[in-house]
């Protein structure tokens, strides 16, 4: 069973940045594809970020995210990372640290283990 926990979230202005850390527990961290998730107020979970398992040599990024937001992996230190640049009121939402065992996860059928969620508020 992994424990999932992440921080770094809060209120920014748009433009800001921020850095979400994700601290992993109770398997193998390098084992585990990672990935960020997020859900704003009325609408569903969506994808935002996967950095694949062991070295992190491939990411993918969603859209509306690329060139601003970066994923990122130390396994030495069983966490997974997500900068956040160039803030958009759009980017409000509480962000989600995922743990895949299969494959990179890009939609939420793929996750085995989800964090409890933290809250990134962009403000205008």
């Known amino acids: 069973q992994v424990q999932l926990v992440e921080s770094g979230g809060g209120l920014v202005q748009a433009g800001g940045s921020l850095r979400l850390s994700c601290a992993a527990s109770g398997g193998t961290f390098s084992g585990y594809a990672m990935g960020w998730f997020r859900q704003a107020v009325g609408k569903e979970r969506e994808y935002v970020a996967a950095i694949s398992r062991l070295s992190g040599a491939a990411t993918y990024y969603a859209d509306p995210v690329k060139g601003r937001f970066t994923i990122s992996r130390d396994n030495a230190k069983n966490t997974a990372y997500l900068e956040m640049n160039s803030l958009k009121p759009d980017d409000t939402a509480v962000y989600y640290c995922?743990?895949?065992?299969?494959?990179?996860?890009?939609?939420?059928?793929?996750?085995?283990?989800w964090g409890q969620g933290t809250q990134v508020t962009v403000s205008s």
């Open positions: 995922a743990a895949a065992s299969r494959t990179m996860p890009v939609v939420t059928w793929q996750v085995d283990y």
